[in-house]
């Protein structure tokens, strides 16, 4: 009887062995390169918290924003662009929309895989890039010039951030 119970059970673990296509595991979507920049306050509001930008493996990049400092932004969608130049540019252009910031959650998620100008744009050309990014209060009106919270990524982001750094109103079009 033992026996039995032995046999049954090495044939159901060579059955769950199978490689079944269902049964296979999917590759990871990242190629495990990333990099993490501070995003500082911007205004009067005390809202901080970083940008991480990873590689996936079609080489796009997925940029996860999440902020800090969220109070009461329920049902709120906080616009993000990623602007050419450091934060301390005056009329920047917009490189590309990011999804917005959910202002009860304090987070975002955007897979990017081509600039405002349509050009395709990788992981290594993100990471490249002299730019910010600038989490607006709003899309338009005098909130959109209330930048609450930005920070410097790819070669700008050597460039240190404090509280005395200027943060520039930058073109929303």
Sequence with gaps: ???????????????????NESDVKKPLDFTGNQVSY????????NISGTAVFKERNDHTTQINISLSGMNGGKGMQLPVHLHLGDISQEKANVAALLNPVDGGTGKSETILKQLADESTVLYKDVIALNACIKVHLATNGDGANVILSAGNIGSAAN???????????????
Excluded: F, H, Q
């Design 1 to 19: 009887m033992m026996y039995k119970v032995l046999g049954v059970l090495i044939l159901g673990y060579l059955m769950g062995c199978s490689s």
């Design 38 to 45: 501070t995003l500082v306050s911007g205004s009067e509001y």
């Design 159 to 173: 460039a240190r951030l404090g509280n005395d750094t200027p943060i520039a109103v930058c073109k929303s079009e």
